[in-house]
C-alpha cells in the first residue's frame, strides 16, 4: 500500500529545521533538516516497505495522527471523468486542443488509457490516451497545481506505459513547450512536426533538414538539439508554420 501526506499537511525548509503542519487541526511539529529527503518522498507517495528503520518509524507517527491517506494510480472511473477534464482544462487551460466530446468518446472506447492519479478519493492528476494507426497517443497530461512539483506526473506515465506497452510497442506524445525537458528527462525521444498551409512552404523550403515523412499538412522532420532555445529559433525561420516536438518511446 502507498500512503502520501493528506493535502492539508504542509511542510516547510526555514534553513533551521522542517516545520510540519496539519492546517485542519491546527497542529505543527518540527524536525531535523535530515529528513527533508523523506517528506519529499511522503508528498509523493511511498511504499512503507521501502523505508529505512527510522523512517517506518516516523511513518507509523504520522498515520497514528491521521497525517497519511492512500495514494494510487489506477483506471479513471467514469464519475470522475469530468474532474478529470476539469484538471485539464485549469492546467493546460487554451492549449488543450481535444474536447470534452472527443475525449468522452474516446474515453468510452479506450478507457484503459485514461489514467488518474488519486490522494485518498481526491482525483490530483490525469493522463489519457487512445490507439493511432501503428502506436498509442498519450494525448493529455497534467497534474492539479496543488500537487505539482512531487513527480506525480512521472509516475502517471510510468503508469501509462506499463499498461499501454501491454499492446503497443510504440508511445507518442506531443509536448508542449513548456514539457519538452519533462519527456528527455523520462527517455524520449523527439521528432519535429511542421504543419502549415497549403503552398505557404515547401521541401526546397527544408533542405537543410532529414525529412523523415511527408504528410498532407507538413513534414516530419529529424532533429539533433533539441531545446525550447532551438524551438524558437525555428519558429523565426518558419513564422507561418505550427512546430511541436512529438516524444517518442519504444518498448525495450
Known amino acids: 500500500m502507498i500512503k502520501a501526506l493528506k493535502k492539508q499537511i504542509k511542510w516547510r525548509n526555514d534553513r533551521k529545521g522542517i516545520f510540519i503542519c496539519d492546517c485542519k487541526k491546527l497542529i505543527d511539529l518540527k524536525f531535523s533538516l535530515e529528513y527533508e529527503f523523506f517528506l ?7 511504499n512503507f ?3 529505512t528503520e527510522t523512517e517506518k518509524l516516523i511513518f507509523l507517527e504520522f498515520d497514528k495522527m491521521d497525517f497519511l491517506t492512500n495514494f ?12 478529470a477534464i476539469n484538471i485539464l482544462d485549469n492546467e493546460l487551460g487554451k492549449k488543450r486542443v481535444r474536447s470534452f466530446d472527443f475525449l468522452k468518446e474516446k474515453f468510452k472506447k479506450f478507457s484503459d488509457y485514461f489514467i488518474g492519479a488519486y490522494i485518498g478519493n481526491e482525483l490530483i492528476g490525469v493522463v489519457c490516451g487512445f490507439p493511432r494507426e501503428d502506436y498509442l497517443l498519450m494525448s493529455e497530461i497534467a497534474v492539479d497545481y496543488r500537487f505539482q512539483k512531487r513527480k506525480i506526473g512521472e509516475r502517471l506515465v510510468r503508469e501509462f506505459e506499463k499498461i499501454g506497452f501491454k499492446k503497443y510497442n510504440k508511445i ?3 509536448a508542449l513547450d513548456r514539457a519538452i525537458e519533462f519527456y528527455k528527462s523520462l527517455n524520449y525521444k523527439p521528432f519535429l512536426l511542421v504543419q502549415f498551409k497549403k503552398g505557404v512552404y515547401n521541401k526546397k523550403d527544408f533542405s537543410d533538414f532529414e525529412i523523415l515523412t511527408v504528410r498532407d499538412y507538413g513534414f516530419e522532420i ?6 525550447l532555445k532551438e524551438l524558437n529559433k525555428l519558429k523565426k525561420v518558419y513564422p507561418k508554420a505550427n512546430l511541436q516536438y512529438i516524444f517518442t518511446k519504444v518498448s525495450n
Not at 40 to 46: D, E, R
Not at 75 to 83: I, N
Not at 222 to 227: E, G, I, R
Open 40 to 46: 519529499k518522498k511522503l508528498s509523493q507517495g511511498v
Open 49 to 51: 516497505e521501502e523505508l
Open 72 to 83: 494510487e494510480l489506477k483506471k479513471l472511473s467514469p464519475k470522475d471523468f469530468s474532474r
Open 172 to 174: 507518442n506524445a506531443g
Open 222 to 227: 529529424k532533429v539533433k538539439n533539441y531545446n
